[in-house]
């Protein structure tokens, strides 16, 4: 799974008598024409994509899933040593959810074609490619996401091109090259997945802007996805993670402690969706910090707080250091100089107030967690608004509790695009794991977050709908009488009605045999004054219908009698 390294060498033999020179590799193309040069061959890849069946996609997508969970562990080593962040065992689990998991999910999901029809309706669904989409992917997820975006392109039959984030290059590109070389193999056009071989943000933002791009499908820093979203193409998004979860003072505090810590210490914390910030009712407050404390959490003292709080973020651009995202809670400690237990798995803040002068409320993608001890549920809910609104809106919340209303009543109020109840924030916010969420490595924050979507991005987002709707006339229907009678002697009931005036449709022949008169004399004993209007035919004309009319307007009946089959 090795990159090759492009020879930047080149030595030519000379004739004999003249000395060796060495001739330098032509300089590199520029951005745009860098670009230029990947989406033609993308175009190329779409049209080749029109001609092909769903047996066909889903035979491409199958070998490309096989691909990447055959190499899930080498794909994590390159990732771990390229970037020096996050565990090389969760990585494997991530390359793993992001194609096996990701697999299944849509397998069998309609993506050529007519993929809906309703008969009754008249309406037929078809699905055709949005188009070449520009794939943007972090250094937190890179092989990952890499596969991710990869799969859920083809299965819709979009070319992607990727821009990789510059310290995950190697391992990005290793990713996208299995996947490609399997799609390939399997029937798939040769340049259905492509990626910038020389990043930089020129290139990138040359990328998103390109015209023959349809699509942006950013992850990363909120600068990226600001650009994706400021390109002038449609975009989908996510926005930054702080996440808060509220352990209630009803919930299962021993779940709640090792659901928080394993979720926060995956991957040293770079998920997105994991916990940034734990709010505790204070009648369970001691209850639960020494539980964190005997599974592995540090807490730390005051003094330990600003050390911390100095390392992690970065006062100048009010945001984390790159310093501590993915980094092991010891090793962040001792870059703060703090000396902590060697089994240490989180550092543990607790914190008072929200905002830039509480710089550890922000969102920190390493083992450190807020905390915060509060007395009241209503003080508990706006603590998370508020941690919400200070860098995460729209994204994820979790709370622990085993009572409903509590859990509902915070599900309505959080500006939270997901709300996880007792399940842990990072596997919980991905989908399928804890939920039956859709899983996915981008995760929409709505217009919380100024993102397009508030839904867990999938090939459903990768799609055209085309609608066929036939002329279909809308329905007809009338209004029975909420009372009917029948069986022998049921015309007695008429006597019941209440009214003035009453008008009897019939045809000729119910008044030949004498029904009429029966239901004429069961309305007078009523006190009706009764008008017949007997000029019904079997298939009546609209002449009739409209001489019915003004009998009854000149009339003005208050009930009417339709008697007989034309009536």
Aim: overall charge neutral.
């Amino acid at each position: 799974m090795a990159t090759p390294v492009p020879q930047q060498v080149e030595e030519v033999v000379p004739r004999q008598g003249k000395r060796q020179e060495q001739l330098a590799a032509p300089a590199p193309p520029s951005a745009e024409q860098e670009i230029g040069l990947l989406v033609s061959r993308a175009q190329d890849a779409l049209k080749g994509f029109q001609t092909f069946t769903q047996a066909e996609v889903d035979a491409i997508v199958k070998a490309m899933a096989l691909a990447g969970v055959s190499h899930r562990l080498e794909l994590a080593r390159m990732a771990v040593d390229e970037t020096h962040k996050g565990v090389f065992e969760d990585k494997v689990i991530k390359n793993q959810f992001a194609t096996e998991y990701i697999y299944n999910d849509i397998k069998n999901l309609k993506t050529v074609g007519v993929i809906a029809e309703d008969p009754q309706a008249g309406t037929v669904e078809i699905a055709e490619p949005v188009g070449i989409i520009a794939g943007i992917t972090p250094v937190t997820n890179p092989t990952s996401t890499t596969m991710f975006k990869a799969i859920s392109a083809l299965k819709a039959r979009n070319p992607i091109i990727f821009a990789f984030h510059p310290q995950a290059q190697q391992c990005s590109a290793a990713a996208a090259r299995l996947l490609r070389d399997a799609a390939v193999d399997a029937g798939a056009p040769a340049h259905c997945i492509q990626w910038i071989e020389h990043p930089s943000v020129e290139a990138t933002n040359a990328l998103m802007q390109h015209p023959g791009i349809a699509l942006i499908l950013a992850t990363g820093g909120g600068a990226m996805v600001k650009a994706a979203y400021s390109s002038g193409k449609p975009a989908l998004g996510v926005g930054p993670g702080n996440v808060p979860v509220y352990i209630e003072h009803t919930a299962d505090i021993n779940m709640a402690v090792n659901d928080i810590l394993m979720s926060k210490t995956f991957d040293n914390g770079m998920i997105c969706a994991s916990e940034q910030s734990v709010i505790i009712d204070e009648a369970i407050a001691e209850q639960t910090v020494a539980r964190f404390i005997s599974q592995g959490a540090y807490v730390l003292n005051p003094a330990e707080v600003l050390k911390v709080e100095a390392l992690a973020i970065d006062s100048k651009k009010c945001a984390m250091s790159p310093a501590v995202v993915g980094q092991p809670a010891t090793k962040i400690a001792e870059m703060a100089g703090i000396t902590v237990p060697a089994q240490t798995k989180v550092l543990i803040a607790p914190l008072q107030g929200v905002g830039p002068e509480t710089p550890l409320s922000r969102e920190k993608l390493s083992p450190i967690l807020g905390l915060y001890t509060v007395k009241t549920t209503e003080e508990a809910f706006a603590l998370c608004e508020q941690l919400l609104q200070f860098g995460g809106l729209g994204h994820t919340a979790g709370i622990f509790t085993n009572n409903p209303q509590i859990a509902r009543a915070y599900g309505q109020r959080m500006p939270a695009s997901r709300v996880l109840v007792n399940a842990p924030t990072s596997f919980g916010g991905i989908g399928d794991l804890y939920n039956t969420l859709v899983p996915s490595l981008t995760l929409g924050c709505g217009s919380y977050g100024g993102n397009s979507t508030s839904e867990n991005v999938s090939v459903r987002n990768l799609l055209n709908i085309k609608r066929v709707s036939k002329r279909k006339e809308r329905m007809k229907w009338f209004k029975v009488p909420p009372k009917i009678f029948f069986e022998k002697g049921c015309l007695a009931y008429l006597r019941q009605l209440d009214g003035e005036r009453a008008i009897i449709i019939a045809d000729p022949a119910m008044v030949k045999l004498g029904y009429v008169k029966q239901v004429e004399r069961y309305l007078a004993d009523a006190g009706m004054t009764v008008e017949i209007f007997s000029e019904i035919e079997p298939d009546p004309t609209t002449e009739t219908l409209y001489r019915g009319v003004e009998r009854m307007r000149h009339f003005q009946p208050d009930t009417i009698v339709a008697f007989g089959g034309g009536s």
